[in-house]
Structures are given as C-alpha cells and as structure tokens.
C-alpha cells in the first residue's frame, strides 16, 4: 500500500529540469485520482497535446 502513495507522489511531483510532472511528461495529462471525473476527447486533440507536452519536455530539458 505504501508503494502506491509513494509512485503517487514522485509522479505527481512537479521538477524543475522539465517544470512539469513525469507523469504529465509521460501522458500528457495531469494525475488524476478515482474520484476525478473522465473526459472523453477526440483521438486528434490527445495527439496534439501530446506532441505539446513533448515540445515542452525538450525545449525544459535544453536549457536545464
């Protein structure tokens, strides 16, 4: 039970290299618990967002 609070918090601990969460770095999206509410989205707009978030992981990661 410990293990899964801790994976919690280091996914959702924000870094400074990239400014962001490994888990928004790996996914795209923010942590979201069981009581979150899911949202449908298109399969284009997941894309785009992803590819964001990448953009952001690399431009972080070069200046850190």
């Known amino acids: ?17 990239t400014k962001m969460s490994l888990f928004i770095a790996n996914y795209s999206r923010e942590l979201r618990m069981e009581t979150d509410i899911i949202r449908k989205e ?4 997941f894309a785009e967002r992803i590819k964001k978030v990448k953009e952001k992981v690399e431009t972080a990661l070069k200046k850190a």
């Open 42 to 45: 298109k399969v284009t707009e």
């Open 1 to 17: 039970m410990w293990l899964a609070i801790v994976e919690f918090a280091v996914d959702n601990k924000t870094y400074s290299a």
